[in-house]
Nanobody, 120 residues
């Protein structure tokens, strides 16, 4: 099983980026994730939830990104995206894709992360 994230990079403050993540592996196709999410971690800080979306499209956002970021997913393709607008230097972090399922088979999988750097 694998989560492959892409779309990170360097952008100026006020700019936009879109992150994408593909969940590949038969377990994701046979038993889709209940939740797909994006987390981030900056140096010296703990990993924090940025946004999450359930199978039915219900979303939850961190207060710091609400109104600027939009999470979306495709259940048929097992992908999740994060549209990030009006970026600030505080958004600089490694962003991790997450897929988890609370019902059997239970899983909680993270991808390798993609760097987002916002310059002032």
């Amino acid at each position: 099983v694998q989560l492959q994230a892409s779309g990170g990079g360097l952008v100026q403050a006020g700019g936009s980026l879109t992150l994408s993540c593909v969940a590949s592996g038969s377990i994701f196709s046979d038993t889709p994730p209940g939740i797909m999410a994006w987390y981030r971690q900056s140096p010296g800080n703990e990993r924090e939830l940025v946004a999450e979306i359930d199978y039915y499209g219900r979303t939850n956002y961190a207060d710091s990104v609400r109104g600027r970021f939009i999470i979306s997913r495709s259940n048929s393709r097992n992908t999740v995206a994060l549209q990030m607008d009006n970026l600030t230097p505080d958004d600089t972090a490694v962003y991790y894709c997450n897929a988890r399922r609370a019902n059997r088979p239970v899983y909680d999988v993270y991808g390798r992360g993609t760097q987002v750097t916002v310059s002032s």
